[in-house]
């Protein structure tokens, strides 16, 4: 890529062989790759298919045996695999913030655990635009100029999976959305890269909503955040019906807010309206408290 193999000799010498040594690891090595294959709309069953491989260490011949445990109530099959690499079938509900699976390998010399993390989904509409919240000519975000019908339904949790009454466009799209290492933000459970969700093109819109359950009242800190290095995007978000912010989020400083809220006892909806103008399309919701264990008795829904 430099042209000069003198001067990419030198910087091979200097730089490659440590960032190779940092990054290969030692042996044994374990990895893992998810495959999303079924997230229906109707139900808050997931299917998965979990793929492992296993490099032992080069005196190491002896066959590798590698085994999945899940939370109550998920299936897997098989219940064991044998051999340097397999893929297990998964099914469950991915009903917390944070799913957390294990995947565990060993052969005759040594094992190896990992813990693999699904992040709970959000169900999105998508497929519209938008253009009336950006201002001719300075695109500058108006979001009381770019109310769209049902949007205030959709903003309290009800319409989700319809097309809003009135609407004279092309149909919404619907769709369960998980976050993913692939895509910016990686998998956080309050990402939405909406790029895996759509093409994104200049002023699309999308409604997105989750439902919480919580057994108690609860104080929660909700950030807002983006991490793209380009465009504009417009965020509207809302708990129970009542808007907690709406703004430009990319304008914010460090591109953050954080908002001090409640869940009540009882059924809550987070509930989002994102209006993309140019370039990258990607924010984030995520909840917080002091007392992590709070959040990991939580139990979210995609089904309205």
Same mark, same amino acid.
């Given at each position: 890529?430099?042209?000069?193999?003198?001067?990419?000799?030198?910087?091979?010498? &200097?730089?490659?062989? &440590?960032?190779y040594n940092d990054a290969k690891g030692a042996l044994p090595c374990l990895?893992?790759?998810?495959?999303?294959?079924?997230?229906?709309?109707?139900?808050?069953?997931?299917? /998965?298919?979990?793929?492992?491989?296993?490099?032992?260490?080069?005196?190491?011949k002896s066959a590798a045996k590698a085994a999945l445990s899940a939370p109550a109530g998920w299936k897997i099959e098989p219940a064991e695999l044998a051999g340097p690499s397999g893929t297990f079938k998964v099914s469950g509900k991915l009903?917390?913030?944070?799913?957390?699976? &294990?995947?565990?390998?060993? *052969?005759?010399?040594?094992?190896? %655990?990992?813990?693999?993390?699904?992040?709970?989904?959000w169900l999105i509409g998508h497929g519209f635009v938008n253009n009336e919240i950006?201002?001719?000519?300075?695109?500058?975000?108006?979001?009381?100029? #770019?109310?769209?019908? #049902? %949007?205030?339904?959709?903003?309290? #949790? *009800?319409? /989700?999976?319809?097309?809003?009454?009135?609407?004279k466009k092309s149909p919404f799209k619907w769709t369960r959305y998980l976050a993913s290492i692939d895509y910016t933000g990686g998998n956080s459970p309050g990402n939405v890269c909406m790029y895996a969700v759509s093409f994104s093109g200049n002023f699309e819109g999308a409604f997105g909503a989750r439902w919480i359950m919580s057994d108690k *009242?609860?104080?929660? &800190?909700?950030?807002?955040?983006?991490?793209?290095?380009?465009?504009?995007?417009?965020?509207?978000?809302?708990?129970? $019906?009542?808007?907690?912010?709406? $703004?430009?989020?990319?304008?914010?400083?460090?591109k953050k807010v954080v908002k001090d809220v409640v869940l009540?006892?009882?059924?809550?909806?987070?509930?989002?309206?994102?209006?993309?103008c140019t370039w990258q399309w990607q924010f984030s919701i995520d909840l917080s408290t002091d007392n992590p264990s709070d959040l990991a008795g939580l139990v979210l829904s995609t089904v309205p």
């Open positions: 890529g430099l042209g000069e193999d003198a001067a990419a000799e030198k910087l091979s010498a &200097k730089y490659l062989e &440590k960032f990895s893992y790759s998810i495959m999303n294959v079924y997230l229906p709309l109707d139900s808050d069953e997931a299917s /998965f298919e979990i793929s492992y491989c296993w490099t032992p260490s080069a005196s190491d009903d917390h913030l944070v799913n957390v699976l &294990k995947l565990a390998v060993k *052969d005759a010399a040594s094992s190896k %655990e990992m813990e693999i993390k699904i992040p709970a989904p950006w201002e001719h000519g300075t695109q500058k975000f108006l979001p009381e100029k #770019g109310v769209l019908p #049902g %949007e205030e339904q959709f903003l309290k #949790g *009800d319409g /989700f999976g319809k097309t809003p009454e009135g609407w *009242d609860m104080p929660v &800190k909700i950030t807002l955040g983006n991490q793209t290095f380009a465009g504009s995007m417009g965020l509207c978000v809302a708990l129970n $019906g009542e808007k907690i912010y709406n $703004g430009l989020i990319t304008s914010e400083p460090g009540k006892k009882g059924m809550n909806c987070l509930a989002f309206k994102a209006n993309h």
